[in-house]
């Protein structure tokens, strides 16, 4: 049996450090103009449609739920219960990269349609994001520490998260809505 791994729980902290300071420092930069634009074209829309691949998908899936939970109308795009997007729609896209072909072939498809494209990605010079008719940017600049601390996407992601969560708290205010009646429409009563 190998001999066991000295765990004293300092790199948990300092990975608990660096994913604040970075992805704190990352949503900051991003215009309340920008956030109040995108909550227009999802509060306008007869129906929302979000798509990501990945763990990208996964943040895409709880925006989702909580954009139904607000009273909203959202689909999560790859279920087989999704209707078709149509002209006045919005579809938000959550990619890092911004280059994943299923991504790009999604985006093709709501323009084609005539829907609005919010895109949120990690690449602002990425394919995806010439597509976006709004572009939420979470650049994340190398650093010595990146690989080690928040290794992949780990820093998109959790900006992703802290971004659509925050997003979700702008709609219940533009809808009057509160915990209450979001807990109403939740999947399970609470």
Known sequence: MPDPVAVD?????????????RVAGSLREIPESEIARA?????AAPAIFVYGAGRSGIIGRAFAMRLVQTGLTAYVIGESVTP????????????DRGESQSSIQTANIVRREGAKLVVVTGKASSKLAHAATLLIALEFPEDEAR?????LGTLFESA??????????????ARGESEASMRRRHAIMV
């Open 160 to 173: 992703a998260l802290r971004l659509t969560d925050a997003v979700i708290a702008e709609i219940m205010h």
């Open 84 to 95: 078709i997007v149509r002209s006045g729609d919005a579809v938000v896209i959550v990619s």
């Open 9 to 21: 729980g300092s790199t948990y902290r300092a990975s608990l450090d660096y994913l604040e300071r």
């Open 147 to 151: 690989a080690r601390l928040a290794p």
């Open 39 to 43: 909550v227009g074209i999802l509060l």
